[in-house]
């Protein structure tokens, strides 16, 4: 299978499903609206415990993507899998499997991010069964 690229930008929203606690998890509810390659919105929760004074915390989040990637009206899943230990990050962001949905049926890859000045940019690095690419 061949490996495409798109990249692009998004616009997030969150918000607090409750009060956080020093110590405890927080959940969040999630949307995102998509432009560029991808072109759309999602939807999702996110679970995360944050300690902003050491700069260390980690959460995990499942996203649900529905719109046209690339000229494919589809929908996927994204699950994130994010560290910070002291300022140092680690960030895993990938499709789910048998997520894909309408044209993006048996969609694969990872999602990176990446944060310039506040502005969220991505790069979806995918792959689609043979016929189902333009």
Same mark, same amino acid.
């Given at each position: 299978?061949?490996t495409?690229? !798109?990249t692009?930008?998004?616009t997030?929203?969150?918000?607090?499903?409750?009060?956080a606690?020093?110590?405890?998890h927080?959940?969040?509810a999630i949307t995102?609206t998509?432009?560029? /390659?991808?072109?759309g919105g !999602?939807?999702g929760e996110?679970l995360g415990?944050f300690d902003?004074?050491?700069g260390?915390?980690? @959460?995990?989040?499942?996203e649900?993507?529905?719109g046209r990637?690339?000229?494919?009206e589809g !929908?996927?899943?994204l699950?994130?899998?994010?560290?910070m230990?002291?300022?140092?990050q680690?960030?895993s962001?990938?499709?789910?499997? /048998?997520s894909?949905a /309408?044209?993006?049926? /048996?969609?694969?890859?990872e999602?990176?991010?990446?944060i310039v000045e506040?502005a969220?940019? @991505?790069?979806?690095? @995918?792959?689609?069964p043979?016929?189902e690419?333009?």
């Amino acid at each position: 299978m061949t490996t495409h690229t !798109a990249t692009g930008s998004f616009t997030v929203q969150l918000e607090p499903q409750g009060e956080a606690e020093p110590g405890h998890h927080t959940r969040y509810a999630i949307t995102k609206t998509f432009t560029g /390659g991808f072109e759309g919105g !999602a939807s999702g929760e996110m679970l995360g415990l944050f300690d902003a004074q050491a700069g260390s915390g980690a @959460y995990v989040l499942i996203e649900r993507l529905e719109g046209r990637l690339e000229g494919r009206e589809g !929908a996927f899943s994204l699950v994130h899998r994010g560290v910070m230990d002291g300022g140092a990050q680690s960030l895993s962001i990938t499709i789910v499997p /048998g997520s894909g949905a /309408g044209g993006l049926t /048996g969609i694969a890859g990872e999602f990176l991010l990446d944060i310039v000045e506040g502005a969220h940019n @991505y790069t979806l690095e @995918y792959t689609l069964p043979s016929g189902e690419h333009p």
